[in-house]
């Protein structure tokens, strides 16, 4: 299994605080991303990153920053929480371009 | 926008029992297609179709992608309950980062 480590595992909190995730990596692998998964939508980017301080929007992105200053973690910061929010987050790895994404067991979120 | 629909959202069978699992897909500049299986957590990587006509195996699961056709199937043959899963499929854009786009996936539950 890809060595990946998202936490907390699970986190209960309220409208309006901020929430950080966390996503660790033992693989030294270049790219990062964040997902969200709701019912009825499958898998959506959020951000992903392509480096060390590389980082972009994906689909889903508004609520949400990013930031990697180690290639080992990706971080998802929602600055406001609210409860539209409310999912399971899924950090995924991968070591180059034409390599599969591998996913951490994800965060389960909800927002009060 | 891209598009993956799966087939059929949900399906109970009975252990030893042949499964057949859709997916068809919109997508500009097509690279690859994906299949993962999610049991309670992480997805985790079955295989990725580049080529259109080559059969992947992998013990009694099997995929194929027909690119004239935009689809691909995911065989198992002589399931089992821990066959019990959700299966996603996913297609990979060209160009730029892993811009993946996954479809809701197809419920499978293996009964004795």
């Known amino acids: 299994d890809a060595g990946i480590t998202q936490s907390p595992r699970h986190k209960v909190t309220e409208t309006g605080t901020p929430v950080t995730l966390r996503c660790h990596q033992t693989?030294?692998?270049?790219?990062m991303y964040w997902y969200r998964q709701d019912p009825g939508h499958g898998l959506r980017l959020i951000h992903y990153s392509y480096g060390v301080k590389d980082t972009d929007k994906g689909e889903v992105s508004d609520g949400y920053s990013v930031s990697r200053s180690k290639t080992e973690d990706f971080l998802l910061t929602l600055e406001s929480a609210t409860s539209s929010q409310t999912s399971v987050y899924f950090c995924?790895?991968?070591?180059?371009?034409?390599?599969?994404?591998?996913f951490g067991d994800g965060t389960r979120l909800s927002i009060l | 926008e891209d598009k993956v629909v799966q087939s059929p959202l949900s399906l109970v069978v009975h252990e030893g029992d042949t499964v057949t699992l859709n997916c068809s897909y919109e997508v500009t500049n097509f690279r690859s297609l994906l299949w993962y299986k999610q049991e309670k957590k992480a997805p985790t990587f079955l295989f990725m179709l580049?080529?259109?006509?080559i059969e992947k195996k992998s013990g009694r699961l099997s995929s194929i992608l027909d690119k004239k056709e935009l689809s691909s199937i995911l065989n198992i043959t002589a399931t089992q309950t821990g066959d019990s899963a959700i299966y996603l499929c996913a297609v990979w854009r060209d160009g730029g980062y892993q811009k993946v786009t996954f479809g809701t996936g197809t419920k499978l539950q293996v009964i004795p």
């Open positions: 580049t080529s259109s006509g």
């Open positions: 995924a790895i991968s070591g180059g371009s034409n390599q599969p994404q591998h």
């Open positions: 693989e030294n692998h270049r790219y």
